[in-house]
C-alpha cells in the first residue's frame, strides 16, 4: 500500500477540471465548426446567385448579338437596294441627256427623281438600322462583360469553399481565414456584376 492515501475528493476535483477543459475545447471547436459550416453555406449561396447571373447574361448577350446580325443584314439589304436606285437614278440621268425625243428626255427625268426621292428614304432607313446596329452589339458587350464579372466570382466562391472543405477537414483554422479572404474577393466581383 502507498505511503500517501489517495484523496477521493482531490480525485474527482482533478476529473472535474479535466472534462471541464476537455469541454471547453470541444465547445470552442464546436463552434469553430459551427461558423465554418456557416460561412460555407453562405458562400455556397453566393455562388449559386452568381451562376445564375453569370448565365443570364450570357444567354442575354447571344440574343442580343443575334439580333443585331439579323438587323445587320437588314441594314445590308437596304445599303444594297439603296445602291441599286442610285444606279437606276444614274441611269435615267445619263438617258434623259441622250434621249432622242423631248417627251422621253421629261420623262426619264421624272424618273430619275424619283429614283432620287426613293434612294433618300431607303438611306434613312439604312443609317437608322445601322445605328440599331451598333446599339445591339454594344448592349451585347456589355452583358457579356457582366457574365465576366459573376463567372469570375463563382470562381473565386468556388475555391472558397474548396479551401474551406480543407479547413474543416484538417481543422486548421488559418484556411478557413483564407476561405473567408476568397470570399470576400468574390463578393466584390459579385458586386461589381451588379453595378453596371
Known amino acids: 500500500m ?10 474527482k476535483d482533478q476529473l472535474d477540471e479535466a472534462k471541464e477543459h476537455a469541454e471547453g475545447a470541444e465547445g470552442a471547436a464546436g463552434r469553430w465548426l459551427l461558423w465554418l459550416s456557416l460561412s460555407t453555406a453562405i458562400l455556397a449561396v453566393l455562388a449559386a446567385v452568381a451562376s445564375l447571373e453569370s ?31 442610285s444606279i437606276k437614278q444614274d441611269m435615267y440621268a445619263a438617258l ?3 434621249a432622242p425625243r423631248p417627251e422621253l ?10 429614283e432620287g426621292a426613293e434612294k433618300a428614304k431607303l438611306k434613312e432607313e439604312a443609317e437608322k438600322i ?4 451598333k446599339s445591339a452589339d454594344e448592349e451585347s458587350r456589355h ?26 477537414l484538417t481543422r486548421r483554422k488559418l484556411m478557413w481565414w ?3 479572404g476568397l ?6 466581383f459579385f458586386g461589381l456584376g451588379f453595378v453596371t
Not at 459573376?150 to 466562391?157: E, G, L, Y
Open 130 to 133: 445601322g445605328e440599331d446596329v
Open 143 to 168: 452583358h457579356l462583360n457582366v457574365h465576366h464579372r459573376f463567372a469570375k466570382s463563382v470562381t473565386v466562391f468556388q475555391v472558397a469553399i474548396a479551401l474551406a472543405a480543407i479547413a474543416a
Open 96 to 98: 434623259a441627256q441622250l
Open 178 to 180: 483564407i476561405s473567408l
Open 55 to 85: 448565365g443570364d447574361h450570357a444567354n442575354e448577350a447571344i440574343v442580343v448579338k443575334t439580333d443585331a446580325t439579323l438587323a445587320q443584314s437588314h441594314a445590308d439589304d437596304a445599303w444594297s437596294y439603296y445602291q441599286a436606285r
Open 2 to 11: 502507498p505511503e500517501e492515501a489517495i484523496e477521493t475528493q482531490d480525485l
Open 183 to 188: 470570399g470576400i474577393v468574390g463578393a466584390v
Open 105 to 114: 428626255a421629261a420623262e426619264w427625268s421624272k424618273k430619275a427623281s424619283e
